[in-house]
């Protein structure tokens, strides 16, 4: 298990960058924000693609400090990047294993086991040109698990795909991340694929990190709310804590304020399976003139936004219990 | 149809061309893939490389023969210590081609290394592969194409190399006469005329085969690349 502690500065340009954040080693971090705000710098930074300065320690290991740099090859830390980068001289099979030759022979998995988990058993023996997109980027990550990281990087290794392709993604990562065990730092600008994968967030703007922790604390912080698009807003809950059709894995999902309807009572003959009682912590005013309400309920703090007439003629008002109608499974 | 004089023509001519070609290779492959980056003097390196082709060829023979002649600090060296004479012999002719044909190989290998795609170096620097290990593994093999059609252009110059040979290693028969010397030789005695055109038209056909050669591999090498 080892974590990534990470206190680096960096320019590129007129562009300044400082973060000191730290990524458990039994993870997933996401690293989000806006675009331009160094997120794919900090993390080539981290690879040991471009030169930075401060600390970067995996581990007990010191990959970067004053006076000692390693080299990318010999940092143990893998990198999946927005597109696939597969050798075109070779074939599927052997850009895995040109990954897997050179891994430490006592961490590599089985090659074929590799192949099954990503099933691409039928597309090993063509060359990488006449793959699909997500052939392609299923090959990648076959790579990137072959090469036995001891910590994986991926910048937005979604960023190309939409819907549902998109989902069956992020599915792939967190099977891979817990079939072996591999810890992940993941690049996103997406509230809902963060959600669908953090365990722990890292909020970057503008070179600085904002907010960071445990996924549902960091995204509590007002400063993160900042981060987000004024219809993004919203509130972090636990998949087990909610009634889903999902698979019962845990992971969170991303209640958004403008999705959560609000009741004064407990709502009977209604098809949404999850009503959360709460208490309500704030009503705040928004720019708009709406009413973002926040409500203590026992899957945690969630938000809902609604008008000023619902307030008034549902006597919404700190301290009062409130019902929040959530439809968990439009995610 | 060739007299045995022409076969031993068109041996010697092949022999010096493979020979230059054999040692000029590698380091114009080195020197390519270096001009192919930045680093501090790469312009001197590339006006140095170029020499052979600004300079006229005697004058390249002729500073070959100062350098590497029987009384050249290097030759005289050479010639002591590990007993190898390079003038007026076959290994002469082939290193005075080696350098006037090395130019040719460097700038067409430099255009493979420079088409590469900077990105899969990163790809394969971190999956643990260094320096050295992307060189051989990625950069040699994506430029194959191009080194290889870079190698027969400069084999079929080299058959043609005129003026450097002849200053350096001289026209003997069986030893450094190649096409073109022959050439020149017959046109120097009365009556020579059809022999000359007989070996012009050798030389026309293995020039153009040489291209068209060098045309067909690029294009089979660019479509497995590419799958």
Redesign the interface.
């Given at each position: 298990m080892k974590t990534l502690d990470v206190h680096v500065r960096l320019t590129r340009g007129a562009f300044r960058l400082a973060a000191k954040f730290t990524a458990p080693g039994d993870g997933i971090t996401v690293l989000f924000g806006p675009s331009g705000g160094g997120k794919s710098s900090l993390l080539a930074a981290i690879?040991?693609?471009v030169p930075s300065q401060g600390e970067i320690r995996l581990g007990k290991r010191m990959l970067s400090a004053q006076g000692t740099h390693l080299?990318?090859?010999?940092?143990?830390?893998?990198?999946v990047?927005q597109?696939a980068?597969l050798?075109?001289?070779l074939t599927a099979r052997r850009n895995i294993a040109?990954?897997w030759t050179?891994?430490p022979a006592d961490k590599r998995p089985r090659l074929e086991e590799v192949a099954r988990f990503f099933d691409i058993m039928a597309l090993l023996d063509?060359?990488?040109?006449?793959l699909s997109g997500g052939e392609k980027s299923r090959v990648a990550l076959a790579?990137?698990l072959a090469?036995a990281?001891d910590f994986l990087l991926l910048d937005e290794p979604f960023a190309a795909l939409d819907g549902q392709r998109r989902r069956a993604f992020i599915k792939v990562l967190l099977e891979m991340h817990r079939s072996f065990h591999l810890p992940m730092l993941v690049v996103t600008h997406s509230i809902d694929d963060a959600a669908s994968l953090a365990s722990h967030l890292v909020a970057l703007k503008a070179g600085e990190v904002v907010s960071s922790g445990p996924f549902d604390a960091a995204t509590a912080d007002p400063a993160f709310a900042a981060l987000l698009d004024a219809r993004d807003n919203g509130a972090a809950v636990s998949s087990l804590l909610l009634h889903t059709v999902h698979d019962k894995a845990q992971r969170y999902l991303w209640l958004r304020a403008d999705q959560v309807v609000l009741a004064a009572e407990r709502p009977k003959a209604i098809s949404t399976r999850n009503i959360l009682e709460g208490e309500i912590l704030s009503i705040r005013q928004e720019a708009d003139g709406g009413r973002m309400v926040a409500l203590q309920t026992k899957a945690g703090r969630i938000l809902s936004r609604v008008t000023a007439e619902a307030v008034d003629e549902l006597a919404l008002a700190q301290g009062r219990k409130a019902w929040a109608l959530v439809k968990a499974h439009a995610f | 149809m060739l007299s045995a004089a022409e076969w031993e023509i068109l041996a010697t001519s092949f022999r010096v061309a493979l020979l230059a070609l054999v040692w000029s290779l590698p380091l114009a492959i080195a020197c390519a893939f270096l001009l192919s980056r930045r680093f501090p003097g790469k312009f001197t390196l590339d006006g140095l490389v170029h020499l052979p082709i600004i300079l006229p060829p005697v004058l390249t023979g002729f500073l070959l023969l100062l350098l590497l002649g029987r009384r050249g600090p290097v030759g005289v060296w050479l010639e002591d210590v590990a007993g190898i004479r390079l003038v007026f012999t076959q290994e002469g002719a082939a290193l005075a081609t080696a350098v006037m044909i090395f130019p040719i190989l460097v700038r067409a290998i430099r255009i493979a290394f420079e088409a590469m795609d900077a990105?899969?170096f990163?790809?394969?620097?971190?999956?643990?592969?260094?320096?050295w290990?992307r060189f051989f593994?990625?950069a040699l093999?994506?430029a194959a194409p191009g080194i290889l059609a870079g190698a027969v252009t400069a084999f079929a110059a080299g058959m043609g190399e005129f003026g450097a040979v002849i200053t350096f290693a001289a026209n003997i028969p069986g030893e450094t006469q190649t096409l073109p010397l022959a050439i020149y030789a017959v046109l120097q005695q009365p009556g020579g005329e059809a022999q000359a055109l007989r070996l012009a038209a050798m030389s026309f056909a293995l020039a153009l085969s040489g291209l068209i050669g060098a045309e067909l591999l690029q294009r089979w090498m660019r479509r497995r690349?590419?799958?």
């Open positions: 690879a040991g693609l080299p990318p090859h010999k940092r143990g830390i893998g990198m990047f597109d980068r050798f075109p001289h040109y990954a050179r891994a063509r060359p990488v040109g006449n790579r990137a090469a990281p | 990105r899969l990163q790809a394969a620097s971190v999956l643990r592969a260094g320096p290990d593994t990625l093999p994506l690349l590419q799958g």
